[in-house]
T-cell receptor
Framework: NAGVMQNPRHLVRRRGQEARLRCSPMKGHSHVYWYRQLPEEGLKFMVYLQKENIIDESGMPKERFSAEFPKEGPSILRIQQVVRGDSAAYFC?????????????FGPGTRLTVT | KQEVTQIPAALSVPEGENLVLNCSFTDSAIYNLQWFRQDPGKGLTSLLLIQSSQREQTSGRLNASLDKSSGRSTLYIAASQPGDSATYLCAVIAGGSEKLVFGKGTKLTVNP
């Protein structure tokens, strides 16, 4: 049973470009979470999605950031017009169900560098 | 607002020593608490999950305890090894929420 998959593992973008980060949850998991780890800071929650629905986006910046989890295919975190401050490690996690009682399994992360 | 604090920020011990990492959280209304390990440039590996109704969990040389009323958890590592060197993260899920709130971690170095 493969774990949570994220790609790409490393992504370099120039300021103003778009970044697309992909996350495939573990088999049988329909709940996806995105977290961001800025340099020298702890991990911060960004968004929680179920298939075709955004459940909690309280941690998402209001502008330039969006997330989706379509019926088919991976979850995508999209960052438009990237700026240097977006450079960070972005982690995806998945769980089999909701309720806050289930373990979240993390992927290896995508390290975004904005030049 | 839930806040998680981990002390110390860094710890260096000789191989074979038993050690304790500390985690505290401000709101005791939690669903569960997870301890993770993060190696440099890598993802997170879940070590132990303690449900709010539990007092402790054990896995091999690791033992985690939870005291909800005081807002504290400890991770005990027995007979530490150089391979245990990593950053250890504590995170809680608040009641009514699905999101993990993380501490900033304790960077552990075990010297051979």
């Amino acid at each position: 049973n493969a774990g949570v998959m994220q790609n790409p593992r490393h992504l370099v973008r120039r300021r103003g470009q778009e970044a697309r980060l992909r996350c495939s949850p573990m088999k049988g998991h329909s709940h996806v979470y995105w977290y961001r780890q800025l340099p020298e800071e702890g991990l911060k929650f960004m968004v929680y999605l179920q298939k075709e629905n955004i459940i909690d986006e309280s941690g998402m910046p209001k502008e330039r950031f969006s997330a989706e989890f379509p019926k088919e295919g991976p979850s995508i975190l999209r960052i438009q017009q990237v700026v240097r401050g977006d450079s960070a490690a972005y982690f995806c996690a998945s769980s089999p169900s909701a309720g806050g009682r289930y373990e979240q399994y993390f992927g290896p992360g995508t390290r975004l560098t904005v030049t | 607002k839930q806040e998680v604090t981990q002390i110390p920020a860094a710890l260096s011990v000789p191989e074979g020593e038993n050690l304790v990492l500390n985690c505290s959280f401000t709101d005791s209304a939690i669903y569960n608490l997870q301890w993770f390990r993060q190696d440099p440039g890598k993802g997170l590996t879940s070590l132990l999950l303690i449900q709010s109704s539990q007092r402790e969990q054990t896995s091999g040389r690791l033992n985690a305890s939870l005291d909800k009323s005081s807002g504290r958890s400890t991770l005990y590592i027995a007979a530490s090894q150089p391979g245990d060197s990593a950053t250890y993260l504590c995170a809680v899920i608040a009641g009514g929420s699905e999101k993990l709130v993380f501490g900033k971690g304790t960077k552990l170095t075990v010297n051979p």
